[in-house]
């Protein structure tokens, strides 16, 4: 069988990859001595992708929460819930839909070729019924119900809300209820089967395997064929925010806050790797727990222990944000965009980025040690047109300059404000 072997010597890393007829990606990231074992079965399609079509056919519009909706539904089969045939054979099945991406996967640490055909076979087979479909309406209108109460999920897509316009990121990975009422078992194949065609999908196992075997049941098991290049539409977002400052009340025990700003130059490949290793640096300097600005807010008593930032970069979006709970939402966030102000003229100095780099480096080589987090950083990184295991040389490669070249493009737009209170 022909694959190949990528060594990462600095990292202590093998990597294999195969390339299948049907032009599925599988790569197999072996741990030598780990137990445990992890394969993940993931297709390029997440919630921003309601618009599309397949080369040479008609554009298509579907209703926001399709996506996940498909997820769920994957899950059944005619036999049986696929949860209860995993736990059958000793293992942990599960699946997510993010903005991007859908992925069903297991782990286990015995049996691991069973469980790997059944993943294989059911997510090529879907089984979807007029009742069926109608039946999951109910079951995920009751999950859209409780995240519109889930304080830390409203704080976060209503930021979302304010920094976008137009694209779909900020629309409810799950949809609404008025949305998902609108989805029907038609509706739900044609998705399927523009989505889940081998060119746009990956498969990602790690654990103490052997190679041949791995792809030679992958060889033996896919049978789904390619339907064509998948043109994915979205909106033109302008630069601008949507609006500045939104607020929600719901039962919170103290107010919380989350502020951001929209990175508006897109990237991909390892520019997108090397920007979001640079913003983390950024945000870590900037407001990190061992910044001025984190110290003073701390002693003041703007912020607490919940306090946290992210720096979330994507082909076709792209954003940092932080927040927590506070008593004065509207005087932290005042602060805060002070500092980024301040950031901007300044820029970070070479003693903090030298010491910012080596332990987000260390933290990247700690991952390593994540059976899960490795099988998901793989096809995440694939679907950007990144290699994962390049993140190592990206570290070696980042330099002061790049960083605060990339403040200055980020840090200078304009910031947006979405406030939770208590009723």
């Not at 994915?232 to 700003?261: C, H, R, T, W």
């Not at 301040?342 to 933290?363: A, C, M, P, W």
């Given at each position: 069988m022909n694959y190949r072997t990528t060594e990462y010597r600095k990292l202590g890393e093998t990597l294999h990859e195969y390339d299948h007829p049907s032009g599925l990606k599988v790569m197999l990231l072996k741990k030598p001595g780990y137990n445990k074992k992890t394969a993940m079965f993931g297709t390029h399609y997440g919630s921003i992708d309601n618009i599309f079509k397949v080369e040479g056919q008609r554009e298509i519009e579907v209703p926001d929460g399709i996506a996940h909706f498909l997820e769920h539904k994957l899950f059944e089969q005619e036999d049986g819930n696929m949860l209860d045939k995993f736990s059958k054979l000793g293992s942990s099945p599960n699946a997510f839909t993010s903005f991007n991406q859908t992925v069903y996967y297991f782990s286990c640490t015995d049996l691991f070729n069973e469980n790997f055909?059944?993943?294989?076979?059911?997510?090529?087979?879907?089984?979807?019924?007029?009742?069926?479909?109608?039946?999951?309406?109910?079951?995920?209108?009751?999950?859209?119900?409780?995240?519109?109460?889930?304080?830390?999920?409203?704080?976060?897509?209503?930021?979302?809300?304010?920094?976008?316009?137009?694209?779909?990121?900020?629309?409810?990975?799950a949809g609404s209820i008025e949305s998902i009422s609108k989805i029907n078992k038609e509706l739900l194949y044609d998705c399927y089967h523009t989505f889940y065609t081998p060119s746009n999908m990956v498969v990602t196992v790690v654990g103490d395997l052997d190679p041949d075997e791995v792809f030679s049941i992958v060889d033996n098991m896919i049978q789904f064929k390619d339907k064509?290049?998948?043109?994915?539409?979205?909106?033109?977002?302008?630069?601008?925010?949507?609006?500045?400052?939104?607020?929600?009340?719901?039962?919170?025990?103290?107010?919380?806050?989350?502020?951001?700003?929209?990175?508006?130059?897109?990237?991909?490949?390892?520019?997108l790797l090397r920007r979001r290793i640079a913003l983390g640096i950024a945000l870590a300097a900037s407001m990190g727990r061992s910044s001025e600005l984190y110290g003073g807010l701390y002693n003041e008593g703007l912020i607490n222990d919940s306090f946290r930032f992210e720096a979330s970069i994507d082909s076709e979006y792209g954003y940092v944000a932080c927040g927590g709970q506070s008593?004065?939402?509207?005087?932290?966030?005042?602060?805060?965009?002070?500092?980024?102000?301040?950031?901007?003229?300044?820029?970070?100095?070479?003693?903090?980025?030298?010491?910012?780099?080596?332990?987000?480096?260390?933290?990247?080589?700690?991952?390593?040690?994540?059976?899960?987090?490795?099988?998901?950083?793989?096809?995440?990184?694939?679907?950007?047109?990144?290699?994962?295991?390049?993140?190592?040389?990206?570290?070696?490669?980042?330099?002061?300059?790049?960083?605060?070249?990339?403040?200055?493009e980020v840090f200078r737009n304009p910031a947006a404000l979405s406030v939770v209170n208590p009723q």
């Open positions: 055909r059944m993943l294989l076979n059911y997510v090529q087979n879907p089984w979807l019924t007029d009742e069926n479909v109608e039946k999951e309406k109910g079951i995920i209108g009751q999950e859209i119900r409780m995240y519109e109460d889930n304080a830390d999920w409203r704080v976060f897509f209503n930021l979302l809300d304010c920094l976008y316009v137009k694209h779909p990121v900020k629309l409810e990975i064509g290049k998948v043109e994915k539409k979205y909106p033109d977002e302008p630069d601008a925010l949507n609006k500045d400052y939104k607020e929600q009340k719901l039962i919170v025990s103290m107010p919380l806050f989350y502020m951001g700003i929209k990175d508006n130059v897109r990237v991909t490949g390892m520019e008593p004065d939402p509207k005087k932290t966030a005042d602060i805060i965009g002070k500092a980024m102000k301040d950031l901007v003229l300044k820029g970070i100095d070479q003693n903090s980025f030298d010491r910012i780099r080596k332990s987000h480096e260390g933290t990247f080589v700690r991952s390593l040690n994540s059976i899960d987090n490795i099988a998901r950083e793989l096809m995440e990184s694939h679907f950007n047109g990144v290699r994962f295991l390049e993140v190592g040389r990206a570290f070696e490669e980042m330099n002061l300059d790049y960083t605060n070249k990339v403040i200055q």
